[in-house]
């Protein structure tokens, strides 16, 4: 095709569908497409949707509705929705809001230029099936465009859990993990391109179980190949489920040096009786005795997680375990969520907890949440960390990047380059970042 056309994407949700925008952006690239940041300005705009919380399909059908005014000045605009939204509403999307030229699940999208075409020859275009081909190995990059310094590699993708609040396994389906050989080629190329920080991405990272050269391979066995890869600099892995923390992941926390001390160790509850509503199959103590091994491979790792307050029937004793849990772990981060039941899932039939009590239990989580936050903030003044420099601040002369802990650091007066790992003294914590200086010698 001569003129290139252009590829609006809007991503919501998790850094997985980062990664899958990214790949589609690549794969419409060969069909003739450049990516712009302008709906206005797009022949395609692609809805890359998530549908893990809170009325997702509804929110979708209104942002569409906000594109009828766009593709009435100009009928050739094909609009397309992507994302686990579109795996859940399949057909019925484009029943309820006509102007949807395209719907495809997150297993489909290396089919998402042949749709496109189909659209191009006025058809409607629907893909949501599983297919057995492996969606990343079609899903090839474009000649090596130059990248910034940190990127996710999806290595595992589906969960075989089914926690009874949780859509993942539905809209994403079983759990795949993707071979050993084709994760190092693309982890090589990411690095060739100026890439210095992998983030292994997965709904169950740590039950990945890829093919090797010698049988399956533990995510453990993955860090240590990655380990190998000259240039790169640091190896993070996202998200995780206690059940699936085995030894020798535990212990790569203590060897591998380019392991991050960082962990997203998601518990959702401290009771164990709503752990067992919520078909967690860990409790309490378990998780608590995998924290102690944790530290004792790696005592400075810094911990997040995952919590849901107001699941059904949690009563408030239910609700101070989670708060003890807090304080006995302290998190570093965490993500916090009020439940919301999802169509389709074991606990959306239960009865729910009033909704100004969940409201008010959210609002004491996070307050504690920040508390530990701060505390840890505030205990890395002093302490020297390497800081990878991602980019510019918004001041002149400032620049910005992440410590091994994941905290955003601020440095002045900074004559580091995008991409280089210096060395830095912490010296003042903010509300959500750190300041330092660079220590050169
Ligand atoms: N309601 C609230 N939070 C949810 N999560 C997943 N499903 C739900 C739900 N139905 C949260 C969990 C999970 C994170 C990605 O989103 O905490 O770990
Ligand atoms: Fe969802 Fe995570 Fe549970 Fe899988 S392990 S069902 S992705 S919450």
Known sequence: MADTKKLYIKTYGCQMNVYDSERMAEAMGGAGY???????????????????????????????GRFKGLKAGKPDLKIGVAGCVAQAEGEEIMRRQPLVDLVVGPQAYHRLPEMEARTQAG??????????????????????????????????????????????????????????DRILTEARDLVERGVREITLLGQ?????????????????????????VDGLARIRFTTSHPNDMMDDLIEAHGTCEKLMPYLHLPVQSGSNKILKRMNRSHDRDS????????RAARPDILLSGDFIVGFPEETE?????????????????????????????????????????????????????????????????????????????????????????????????????????????????????????????
Do not use: W
Not at 205 to 226: F, S, W
């Open 34 to 64: 450049e990516t712009t940041d302008r709906p206005d300005d797009a022949d395609m705009i692609l809805l890359n949707t998530c549908h893990i919380r809170e009325k997702a399909a509804e929110k979708v059908y209104s942002e569409l």
């Open 123 to 180: 058809q409607k275009a629907l893909d949501t099936d599983f297919p057995e081909e492996d969606k990343f190995e079609k899903l090839k990059s474009r000649p090596k465009a130059k990248r910034g310094p940190t990127a996710f590699l999806t290595v595992q993708e589906g969960c075989d859990k089914f926690c009874a609040f949780c859509v993942v396994p539905y809209t994403r389906g079983a759990e795949v993990s993707r071979p050993v």
């Open 204 to 228: 169950n990272v740590n039950a990945y179980h890829g093919a090797g050269p010698h049988g399956d391979m533990t995510l453990a066995g993955l860090i240590r190949e990655l380990d190998k």
């Open 287 to 294: 998780y608590l005795r995998l924290v102690e091994r944790i």
């Open 317 to 441: 004793a239910d609700f101070q375990d989670t708060m003890d849990l807090i304080e006995e772990v302290k998190y570093g981060q965490a993500f916090s969520f009020k439940y919301s039941p999802r169509p389709g899932t074991p606990a959306a039939e239960r009865a729910m907890v009033e909704d100004g009590e969940a409201s008010d239990r959210l609002y004491r989580l996070q307050a504690l949440i920040t508390k530990q936050q701060r505390e840890i903030q505030d205990s890395m003044i002093g302490r020297e960390v390497n800081v990878l420099f991602e980019k510019p601040g918004r001041l002149a002369g400032q620049m910005v990047g992440k410590s091994e802990y994941l905290h955003a650091v601020h440095v002045a007066e900074c004559d580091a380059e995008i991409g280089e790992i210096a060395q830095v003294r912490i010296v003042e914590s903010g509300a959500n970042s750190l300041a330092g200086q660079l220590l050169r010698d």
